[in-house]
């Protein structure tokens, strides 16, 4: 676990306690206004809005204001140092990626937000699974994805931005509690699957459109925290076996007529042809549940080498970090980071907190 600075753990302590706050309760609702500033600079100011009450106070859509910053040039720096500018972004897009509501009207278009924030930050080409556009079932997960074409000092690379579902996703709740006897967490895995084949579809649809050594940007809550973290191990182990396909493939331990041997053999074959670099790769996860494994545990031997692209935000007094039992020998992959030592600040203290003053 590292430590990080005081203005970072003030930007993602403020993130947890508004999201522990308000478990549960009907998703954000995010009216951004974009004000590009240059190339490669934009500033989006976010409205939240929850209807439900916190302690009998009902807050309005002014309580919960925040000023938060997206760059491209996040994304031409090493995804081995933690980026505290980009771990606030990473904390809005897994904020917005909730269901829009949890009504028949609302499950078409749960994605809503998700799809606003990333239009108003540059992001073209948006698209979201069908998982996203049902009511939420046990094993399904809601995925978006877009991309932009951005240059930062005079070089041109593409950013795919990945949204999952981490809020509102009602019957999904069981599919975080399936485990296995061996190998990863099963409904964690399962979720990584759809993730990684919409992913794969996407890359193959968007092709010609996509510059070498792209950037991947994946962010998520909770259940889609846990997704995230074994997505972007698969693509790490993806990109350091992509020069052999099939056994990157073999790796999965599950057998050729399985998704994910399927998905790691297509992934492997992007991966190779758009010469993938795990230093481009970005994955943020906010109270991420364990539900990785060590190498070759059960079978199961696609565990990169190099998962320190990885950072997950943890807060020592949530429990949802504590699933499943590490004495049952699940483990998150990346690095831990540890948000503060004891909750501090109130529903109603956030509100007259601006994101804003903690940037860097």
């Not at 240059?38 to 409205?47: F, K, L, M, P, R």
């Not at 692209?309 to 970090?321: G, K, L, M, Y």
């Amino acid at each position: 676990m590292v430590a990080i600075s005081k203005t970072a753990k003030a930007v993602l302590s403020v993130f947890v306690a508004i999201t522990l706050t308000f478990w549960g309760f009907s998703t954000t609702s995010i009216q951004a206004l974009a004000d590009t500033l240059s190339a490669d600079t934009v500033t989006v100011q976010g409205t939240s809005s929850e209807g439900d009450s916190i302690d009998g106070v009902t807050p309005t859509s002014n309580e919960l204001n925040a000023v938060f910053h997206y760059r491209d040039s996040y994304f031409f720096q090493d995804s081995h140092t933690y980026n505290p500018s980009l771990a606030t972004m990473s904390g809005n897009l897994a904020r917005a990626a909730y269901d829009i509501g949890d009504t028949e009207a609302d499950f078409p278009i749960g994605y809503q937000n998700l799809e606003t924030l990333l239009e108003d930050c540059g992001f073209t080409n948006f698209e979201a699974n069908e998982g996203y556009k049902i009511k939420p079932e046990s094993d399904s997960i809601g995925v978006g994805i877009a991309m932009k074409n951005a240059t930062v000092n005079g070089e041109r690379r593409t950013i795919i931005a990945i949204g999952v579902r981490g809020g509102n996703y009602g019957a999904e709740w069981s599919g975080n509690t399936k485990l296995s006897d061996s190998g990863e967490a099963q409904g964690f895995a399962t979720a990584r699957d759809q993730v990684i084949a919409f992913l794969n579809q996407y890359l193959s649809a968007h092709e010609s459109e996509i510059t070498e050594q792209p950037r991947i940007w994946i962010a998520g809550f909770s259940r889609a925290s846990a997704t995230s973290n074994l997505t972007m191990n698969f693509i790490n182990y993806a990109i350091e076996n992509c020069n052999n396909p099939v056994a990157a493939a073999q790796a999965t331990g599950i057998g050729t007529a399985s998704a994910a041997y399927s998905n790691m053999y297509t992934l492997a074959e992007h991966m190779a042809r758009l010469k993938a670099n795990q230093s481009n790769m970005y994955c943020y996860g906010f109270e991420v549940p364990a539900g990785g494994v060590k190498k070759g545990e059960g079978g199961f031997n696609a565990v990169a080498d190099d998962n320190g692209n990885i950072w997950n935000a943890i807060h020592s007094e949530d429990v949802v970090p504590m699933v499943a039992p590490s004495s049952w020998d699940f483990v998150r992959y990346g690095t831990d980071v540890n948000l503060v030592e004891e909750t501090t600040i109130s529903g109603t203290e956030y509100s007259s907190v601006s994101l804003d003053a903690f940037y860097e």
